[in-house]
């Protein structure tokens, strides 16, 4: 299966300021998802990120929140804009991996002070 | 609306027991229902996957068994060990619908 880098695994940023994670999958995928996990809680599927076209964001997300960008096939990266201490989550990168599997990255843990 | 209902939210069991969690859906569209593993501080790690075209599947420990008539599916995993402690999330995806996790059980196995 797919092996995927997510970058940063953690970090903690002041509110109203912006973040950028970046996903690294060590082969070519069609499609990355970003999912967003709050504490204790369940995954949810923020966007759908397809090379060389606009992403397709889940109800309840918005692109000026979480605009993504999706440069080529191996690459990817959600940007979390004027972050409130809501949008403290783990964030994780997902491809489609082989056949079946939907793999995932480590996730990054975004707390917001 | 939840689209795939997970129970039990947390289960505890000794060293060797079966650990059983079940999940329910309700969109028939769906075909394809695998089991995460997911340790803290970790991303979700496929354990193992069902299509609806078998009833059961096994894979070591870990078992998943299908009831495609009343929409449910359960992961047992056998002879359950302290390094299972973790939490396990059921998931559905199939027809025009993205994978669409449960809530999620947290295990505890005690030795």
């Known amino acids: 299966s797919a092996v995927i880098s997510q970058k940063p695994s953690r970090d903690i940023c002041q509110r109203g300021t912006s973040l950028t994670i970046q996903c690294q999958v060590d082969s070519q995928v069609t499609m990355m998802f970003w999912y967003r996990q709050q504490p204790g809680q369940s995954l949810t599927l923020i966007a759908t990120a397809n090379q060389g076209s606009e992403a397709t964001y889940e109800s309840g997300f918005v692109i000026d929140k979480f605009p993504i960008s999706r440069p080529n096939l191996t690459f990817s990266t959600l940007t979390v804009s004027n972050m409130s201490p809501e949008d403290s989550s783990i964030y994780l990168c997902?491809?489609?991996?082989?056949?079946?599997?939907?793999?995932f990255g480590s996730g990054t843990r975004l707390t917001v002070v | 609306q939840q689209q795939v209902k997970q129970s039990p939210q947390s289960l505890i069991v000794q060293k060797g027991g079966i650990s059983i969690i079940n999940c329910a859906y309700e969109?028939?569209?769906?075909?394809?229902f695998p089991w995460y593993q997911q340790f803290p501080g970790k991303g979700p790690a496929l354990l193992i996957a069902i299509r609806p075209d078998v009833s059961e599947k096994k894979e070591g420990r870990f078992t998943i068994s299908f009831n495609k008539s009343a929409k449910q599916f359960s992961l047992h995993i056998m002879d359950s060990q302290p390094g299972d402690s973790a939490t396990y999330f059921c998931?559905?995806?199939?027809?025009?619908?993205?994978?669409?996790f449960g809530k999620g059980m947290k295990l505890t196995v005690n030795p």
């Open positions: 997902s491809v489609l991996s082989g056949g079946w599997g939907y793999t």
């Open positions: 969109n028939t569209a769906f075909d394809y």
């Open positions: 998931a559905a995806q199939g027809g025009s619908e993205k994978l669409v």
